[in-house]
Structures are given as structure tokens and as C-alpha cells.
């Protein structure tokens, strides 16, 4: 089971008052003793989930809540590199040709991925996306 960016993750409030959170909603789930036993709340149907695995992804590992930290072995990812950026853009760029569009946004790539703030994966992705979309044939 995949959560991801867990970090950013909020409590919701419902129409009468109540609260809840999406760390209270997992514990009993990242609990192996009463995830055997959980029963959906909506259904109302017992469930062993004692065997799922929980991915969670995060921005910033300080933000996720320290019960969740606590249940879980925390992997940490280099940011990515100038190359790792272009060498992604490049594959997912291989089937549109040798382009004058494509050679400048694969140096925008190599720009950005070089400034502070640096590039995403989802920033490159929209970018493909855009690039695509401007080298598809026009039909009027």
C-alpha cells in the first residue's frame, strides 16, 4: 500500500465537529497485532491487513508525525542530480526524434537542475507532456 507524501498530510474535520487524522487512521493498520483484526469502519467487515506493506513517501522526513516516523525504517534519497534530470528527460523523450524543441528543453532541463531550487521528476514530466503535445500534428 502506497501513501504517498504523508508529510503533508492534514486533519480533516467532519460536518458534526469531529476530527481525525490520517496518522490515526494508520495505526492500527502499521500495528501488525490489531491490523489482523481491523474491521472496515464503513463496511463494517473484518479485514486481516497484517500483511500488507506500507510505503510512505515524504518531502521532508521531519514533517511526517513521529507515530508514523517511529513504525516505520526511514530511507533517505539524494536529491537529484543535473544528470540523473537529463539522462530522465532523455528517456522519456526517446521517441520524439532529434527535435530544435527538444534540444532546448533538454537544456532548460540541465539549467534548472543546476539552480538551488532545482528540478522535479513531475516538473520534467509536464515538461515531456508540453513538448509532446507542441510536436503533435495539428488537425484543423
Known sequence: MVVDEVDKAG??????GNSTSLTTALLPLLDPGTAQRFECPFHRVP???????WIMTANDAQHIPAPLRDRAKVFHLSALTA?????HFDRLTARCGDQPQRDDCRAFVAQMSETPRGISLRQIGQLVEALRASMAPKVH
Open 47 to 53: 479485514f486481516d491487513m497484517s500483511r500488507l506493506i
Open 11 to 16: 486533519t480533516m474535520r467532519t460536518k458534526s
Open 83 to 87: 544528470k540523473d534530470a537529463v539522462e
